[in-house]
Nanobody, 125 residues
Framework: QVQLVESGGGLEQPGGSLRLSCAASGRTFSSYAMGWFRQAPGKAREFVAAISYISSSTYYADSVKGRFTISRDNAENTVYLQMNSLKPEDTAVYYC??????????????????WGQGTQVTVSS
């Protein structure tokens, strides 16, 4: 089991950048695939990005590819989401996720997924 706490959200202008952090606790962190999802008001939660353990392979939703970068620092038990070239449509609550299966996370099969509490990202001029 892991416990996840997100931070780093806030207000940014279009074209700006934000860096989200997800602090994890629990002995199994290094063996879990990690990811980020987001949920805008009135809409379903959607996949954003995921990163595997060991090889740190990454996968991104088409909507953020080339703009967002997911990374992890296993020594610090932290996963990051660097968000550049922000757009108003990026506005959402962003949730950190952990799952034993990288493939399931990519496929949004989240029945066994652990979640953080979420952090608000607002992109507006």
């Amino acid at each position: 089991q892991v416990q996840l706490v997100e931070s780093g959200g806030g207000l940014e202008q279009p074209g700006g950048s934000l860096r989200l952090s997800c602090a994890a606790s629990g002995r199994t962190f290094s063996s879990y695939a990690m990811g980020w999802f987001r949920q805008a008001p009135g809409k379903a939660r959607e996949f954003v990005a995921a990163i595997s353990y060991i090889s740190s392979s990454t996968y991104y939703a088409d909507s953020v590819k080339g703009r967002f970068t997911i990374s992890r620092d296993n020594a610090e038990n932290t996963v990051y989401l660097q968000m550049n070239s922000l757009k108003p449509e990026d506005t959402a609550v962003y949730y950190c996720a952990a799952d034993r299966s990288f493939n399931n996370l990519i496929a949004t099969i989240v029945r066994d997924t652990y979640w953080g509490q979420g952090t608000q990202v607002t992109v507006s001029s």
